[in-house]
């Protein structure tokens, strides 16, 4: 299989320094707005979180956005699985949402800790119930025999909780990744894409440089 030729040019819009908010959080709500009604993105809020390892390994996976704000960016995962492990060890993270379609990538970097437990509570019961039950019946990253075994805890789980609350996995709640750095890449004409990044230098201000591509 030839790649060398599998290429294309990037056309669609250009990105200043003029237009950018001070605010990278607005910056990022402006984007994120214009990708959902876009209607060119099935999953606007999916993005790929990158983790290391004690051991050094990076890992990554695609997890879904569920709340953001100038606190950060929270998703859901169970605790007990291999990006839990990953974050018990280092709190150091990367997420990257990659918008193709428009031509766009945004990445950003930070800290990572846990929601309240309360939130975590508050979303897990806002879930479809077949969700709450899915998340019960999974050890999330653990091996098993088959899918038969996965499905047979699953099915096993939903008559045990008929009529009844679904309890929340003592493993599972919400983390929140605190930005310390955002880039927003613009595919240019040329391959001379338009990048910009902004980095935290005091609590309330942030460091706006452009890239070369």
Avoid: C
Wanted: hydrophobic content about 35%.
């Amino acid at each position: 299989m030839k790649l060398h030729d599998e290429r294309r040019d990037y056309e669609r819009a250009q990105l200043r320094r003029a237009v950018l908010q001070d605010d990278p959080y607005a910056q990022f709500a402006d984007w994120f707005g214009a990708a959902k009604k876009s209607g060119l993105l099935p999953d606007p809020t999916a993005f790929t979180l990158a983790t290391v390892s004690r051991e050094g390994q990076p890992h990554q996976r695609i997890v879904l956005l569920k709340d953001f704000d100038n606190h950060g960016f929270v998703f859901y995962t169970n605790y007990a699985s291999q990006k839990g492990q990953d974050i018990e060890a280092n709190a150091r993270v990367s997420m990257h949402f990659a918008w193709l379609p428009l031509e766009q990538q945004i990445r950003i970097e930070g800290r990572i800790e846990k929601v309240a437990t309360a939130d975590s509570e508050a979303y897990f019961h806002s879930r479809p119930r077949a969700s709450q039950l899915g998340a019960l019946a999974s050890a999330q990253s653990s091996p098993i025999a088959s899918r038969d075994e996965l499905e047979a805890r699953y099915h096993e789980l939903t008559q045990r909780y008929e009529g009844e609350t679904v309890p929340m996995p003592e493993t599972w709640g919400g983390y929140r990744i605190e930005p310390q750095l955002f880039e927003f890449w613009q595919g240019g004409k040329y391959r001379l894409h338009d990048r910009f990044v902004y980095r935290k230098s005091t609590a309330s201000a942030w460091l706006i440089e452009r890239l070369q591509p």
